[in-house]
T-cell receptor, first 113, second 110 residues
Framework: DVKVTQSSRYLVKRTGEKVFLECVQD?????MFWYRQDPGLGLRLIYF???????EKGDIPEGYSVSREKKERFSLILESASTNQTSMYLC????????????FGQGTRLTVV | GQNIDQPTEMTATEGAIVQINCTYQ??????LFWYQQHAGEAPTFLSY????GLEEKGRFSSFLSRSKGYSYLLLKELQMKDSASYLC???????????FGTGTRLLVSP
């Protein structure tokens, strides 16, 4: 059974803290994505990675960074968490071929207080 | 960049048919995905269209017109469990960046 696993389901952090959200996939997928989802705004792409150590900015990268040291793991980093980063964060992975579906993790609901 | 437009919300009754439209503008188009997302859950794959025309898969069908930048998802014989958000995602070439529309929330009533 294919799997994308996010390290936490719920997380509460304080303003200014450095936050790490981890995502691991066991399907040997090349592409990995981080999204945030907010009511009325849909899924917005933060960053994606198409290979180890390779990354591309999505539509809303400000305030975030990412790390992909191993193929199976893609980390999202909030350098200094702020209350406007309170959101649901979703990780996804896909193979390189064009018609492959994306598999999503279960999501991490982050609250910054 | 990409521009994706879907209606925000739709309502329908059980047993009916509903069509959810999606228009898009994207550079280097290479196919379009539809995903379903129930409240509090992750999106799950419904369909993928790369050629013009209708792809049927049980109660769900998806249509694509590449020249018009238009797709729709057709849901037949609606059931209560079809109440969910439906996300349109055109795929571009290059790095295969997967970007979603804001989604259409469908409410199915008895």
């Amino acid at each position: 059974d294919v799997k994308v696993t996010q390290s936490s389901r719920y997380l509460v952090k304080r303003t200014g803290e450095k936050v790490f959200l981890e995502c691991v996939q066991d399907m040997d997928h090349e592409n990995m994505f981080w999204y945030r989802q907010d009511p009325g705004l849909g899924l917005r792409l933060i960053y994606f990675s198409y290979d180890v150590k390779m990354k591309e900015k999505g539509d809303i990268p400000e305030g975030y960074s990412v790390s992909r040291e191993k193929k199976e793991r893609f980390s999202l980093i909030l350098e200094s968490a702020s209350t406007n980063q309170t959101s649901m964060y979703l990780c996804a992975s896909t193979q390189v071929s064009m018609n492959t579906e994306a598999f999503f993790g279960q999501g991490t609901r982050l609250t910054v207080v | 960049g990409q521009n994706i437009d879907q209606p925000t919300e739709m309502t329908a009754t059980e047993g009916a048919i509903v069509q959810i439209n999606c228009t898009y503008q994207t550079s280097g188009f290479n196919g379009l995905f539809w995903y379903q997302q129930h409240a509090g859950e992750a999106p799950t794959f419904l369909s993928y269209n790369v050629l013009d025309g209708l792809e049927e898969k049980g109660r769900f069908s998806s249509f694509l017109s590449r020249s018009k930048g238009y797709s729709y998802l057709l849901l037949k014989e609606l059931q209560m469990k079809d109440s969910a958000s439906y996300l349109c995602a055109p795929m571009n070439t290059g790095f295969q960046k997967l970007v979603f529309g804001t989604g259409t929330r469908l409410l199915v009533s008895p």
